[in-house]
C-alpha cells in the first residue's frame, strides 16, 4: 500500500499525559499537512511542512503541540501535557509540490480521560 | 460567516437516487475546489477535483461549480449504498497552504 500512513491509530491516555503520532506520506510527495477532526466537523488544519520546514502553524497549534519533520519524510505529532478537549481525530495528508490536492492518511484517533 | 458553508444533513435517500451535495463560499478569490469522500472512522478520501466553473464528470459523479454565486454541488447519479458516507467540500487557502473543509453532510443511501 502506498498511500499515507499513520501510527498509532488509537491512543487512549490520561490527562496530563504526553503523546506522538507519526505519519508516513506518499514517498514522492513533499508537502505534509497535519489536521484535527472533532465529532460533525471538517478537518481543521493543524500546521503545512515542505520538505522538512515546518512553513504555516494554525492558531489550533496551541504551544502544547510540536510537531516536526526531519529530512523531509516522515513526520510526527507530540502534544504534550494533554488535556481532555485534545480528545479528536489526529489526520495526516501529504501532497505533491505542484498540485493543491492533498491525500489523507487514515488518522489517529485521541481520547483524553 | 464561515469561509466554507455546508448543510451537515443527515440527507436520507433510496438507492438509484439522484444526490446533490452542495457548498457555499464567501471568498471570490479561491479557484480551487475538491471534494472528500468520508467513511466513518477513516481518514477523507480525494473524489473531485475542479479548477474552473462549468461541470467535471468522474462515473456517477459530477462536480458543478458556479463561481459567480460561489456555489459548489456534487452530484451523484443511482446513488448506492456504498456511497453512504460524509461528504466533505473543500478549498485550498490563498496561499496554497491549507485545506478549509465545510462540516460535511452526512449521506445515507438505503437498498
Known amino acids: 500500500d502506498t498511500g499515507v500512513s499513520q501510527n498509532p491509530r488509537h491512543k487512549i491516555t490520561k490527562r496530563g499525559q504526553n503523546v506522538t503520532f507519526r505519519c508516513d506520506p506518499i514517498?514522492?510527495?513533499?508537502?505534509l499537512y497535519w489536521y484535527r477532526q472533532t465529532l460533525g466537523q471538517g478537518p481543521e488544519f493543524l500546521t503545512y511542512f515542505q520538505n522538512e520546514a515546518q512553513l504555516e502553524k494554525s492558531r489550533l497549534l496551541s504551544d502544547r503541540f510540536s510537531a516536526e519533520r526531519p529530512k523531509g519524510s516522515f513526520s510526527t505529532l507530540e502534544i504534550q501535557r494533554t488535556e481532555q478537549g485534545d480528545s479528536a481525530m489526529y489526520l495526516c495528508a501529504s501532497g505533491p509540490a505542484s498540485r493543491e490536492t492533498q491525500y489523507f492518511g487514515p488518522g489517529t484517533r485521541l481520547l483524553v480521560l | 460567516q464561515k469561509e466554507v458553508e455546508q448543510d451537515p444533513g443527515p440527507l436520507s435517500v433510496p438507492e438509484g437516487a439522484i444526490v446533490s451535495l452542495n457548498c457555499t463560499y464567501s471568498n471570490s478569490a479561491f479557484q480551487y475546489f475538491m471534494w472528500y469522500r468520508q467513511y466513518s472512522r477513516k481518514g477523507p478520501e480525494l473524489l473531485m477535483y475542479?479548477?474552473?466553473?462549468g461541470n467535471k464528470e468522474d462515473g456517477r459523479f459530477t462536480a458543478q461549480v458556479d463561481k459567480s454565486s460561489k456555489y459548489i454541488s456534487l452530484f451523484i447519479r443511482d446513488s448506492q449504498p456504498s456511497d453512504s458516507a460524509t461528504y466533505l467540500c473543500a478549498v485550498p487557502n490563498q496561499a496554497g497552504t491549507a485545506l478549509i473543509f465545510g462540516k460535511g453532510t452526512t449521506l445515507s443511501v438505503s437498498s
Open positions: 475542479t479548477y474552473s466553473s
Open positions: 514517498s514522492e510527495h513533499n508537502r
